[in-house]
């Protein structure tokens, strides 16, 4: 049974269907939860090529404290409270919460915590990128997949796809 419940949380929109999904499978087995977020410069969200340089990463490579390395410490204080929370919210509702949040690069962080915290269980999401989009950002979800020590849990998030209405508009807009 699953007793050992990691959780992979990001800040994307599906994110609390795969929060929900794993309290609702913690309660019903009485297991715990290990909250583990993942803060890579190399995610979408932090393209901004100075998040890229070393002395962001390492700020005490830079003589002075730059404006950068400052909101790179926000934005991992911000996601710190943002875990509290979610640790209280299980914890509220009876599940034993722990949380851990990690800087590197996402896939082999997520199955590394499973086996070394032994995991039952890994709970992510999957946002549904299919083509291009995924051969370029990636596809944490299908790397732990096929990575973990342990069973694997995908909550689908919502897939984009393109409608026969639409596919034919488009169609006809770009013929003329």
């Known amino acids: 049974m699953f007793k050992r419940i990691l959780v992979a949380v990001d800040n994307s929109v599906q994110n609390q269907m795969v929060f929900d ?23 979408e969200q932090y393209t901004d090529p100075l998040f ?13 404290n730059s404006k950068y390395a400052n909101d790179w410490e926000k934005l991992k204080n911000n996601r710190l409270n943002w875990l509290r929370s979610l640790c209280e919210q299980s914890t509220q509702l009876g599940v034993e919460t ?12 997520i199955c590394n915590m499973a086996l ?26 299908n790397y732990v997949l096929h990575h973990a020590p342990c069973s694997v849990l995908t909550v689908q998030g919502i897939i984009h796809q393109v409608n026969e209405a639409t596919r034919t508009q ?4 770009s013929k003329v």
Not at 98 to 109: A, D, K, L, R, T
Not at 170 to 173: I, K, Q
Request: charged share 20%; proline share 6%.
């Open 170 to 173: 488009v169609e006809v807009t």
């Open 98 to 109: 722990e949380f851990s949040q990690n800087i590197g690069e996402p896939c082999q962080m």
């Open 116 to 141: 070394n915290w032994e995991a039952d269980v890994i709970v992510i999401g999957r946002r549904g990128r299919r083509g291009i989009s995924e051969l370029f950002l990636g596809s944490v979800s």
């Open 52 to 64: 890229l340089q070393p002395n962001v990463l390492y700020p005490e490579l830079q003589p002075n």
């Open 21 to 43: 999904e794993a309290v609702s499978l913690a309660k019903t087995t009485d297991g715990n939860l290990m909250l583990l977020h993942i803060l890579s410069p190399l995610d």
